[in-house]
């Protein structure tokens, strides 16, 4: 096994460092949307099964689900991990769930059908117990890997994965990214406030683009990406930030498919502008996005308004996202974009590859997150949890 985890991180955290990437061989797999009566019928005839046998190195297929893919991020992570497990020669397939829990269940129940035996989730419904519980059911006794997307409500951590032997989560600490994108934007405004405040009025007004309300990277992001942004600016004498629509109680604007996509920033901005601009004396100063695809849509509108042109002449409205993704990168280069958070794909990609090569190598999932914990400095292991990684974020300005 030490072996085994040896190998795959020389080669992964390589392929990490340098911006790896690559495409999967194997076929994408999406099935229709299920039914009430399918997926309860899916869950019990997990429950019903008799137990799945942990699989041998040489026989391990893994099942990789992921909730959309047409997010942009976890775009970048499956190309990631696509290469990562090709390069370890373990068997593999994509599946995409196209954001319906429904169908990821059945997915999952048709795989082990198909005798896939590592399941790896990129969970639909972010932070939902019942959910993960019944991907669990429908595994029925074979290692599952959930990703990214939290499995456990805020309040209810522990109650998926504490106990839980044969399952792992690996992922974000999910307020951190809030704290951070806050932090940064707040050094940002004080050594740039007179230039940020358009209208002189010694505030600065800002929209806020949230990706899915029932998502908790998206609550924290919401809260803290203002809060901590705030605590800069009341350190260094400064007013707190203003939401620019007095008459939004919310103090956001929601993508309504929780899709955190680009259409959605781009339509809110658009709309946002029509009313509040330079010639109204009211033009939004400050936008804070969850995610950088509804950032890099808030940068299209702004630009088709004469903003953010990146020539030097036309006047900026920062931006600032979480991700940095490829898009969002070449956007701050071209200084259309002033900042962003790096949540790192190629690291969670490696995480992911190395848990699944130990356990194909004959190691327990726990013992197999442990080993992923100590392997590198952007992997922790969440206090009070066994199984629960965290791959570290990382403020991206330039």
Known sequence: M???IALLLATAMVSALTACGGSSSAPATTAAPATEAATEAATEAATEAPAAEAPAAEETKVAVFWYAFSDAYLSTVRAALD?????AGINY?????????GTQLEQV????????NVL???LVTSGSADAAQQIIQAANGLPVVFFNRAVEGDGEEGTVLNGNDNVA???TDAPEAGHMQGKMIGEFLVANYDDVDLNGDGEISYAMFMGDAANVEAIYRTQFGVEDANKVLAE?????LVYFNPNNSDKYQLDPNGAWSSAAGNEFMGTNLAEYSEANGNMIELVIANNDDMAIGAISALQAAGYNLGDGESTKIPVFGVDATQVAQDAIAADTMTGTVKQDAEGMATAICTEVAAIADGTSVVDAAAAVADSADIFSMADGFNNKIFVAYAPFTE
């Open 83 to 87: 290469a990562d497990l090709e390069a």
């Open 120 to 122: 790896v989730v990129n």
């Open 2 to 4: 030490k072996k085994m």
């Open 109 to 116: 129940q048709t795989a082990v059908t198909n005798g896939f």
């Open 169 to 171: 989560f690996i992922g």
């Open 236 to 240: 260094a004498g400064k007013p707190e």
């Open 93 to 101: 397939q994509d599946f995409d769930s196209n954001n319906n829990q």
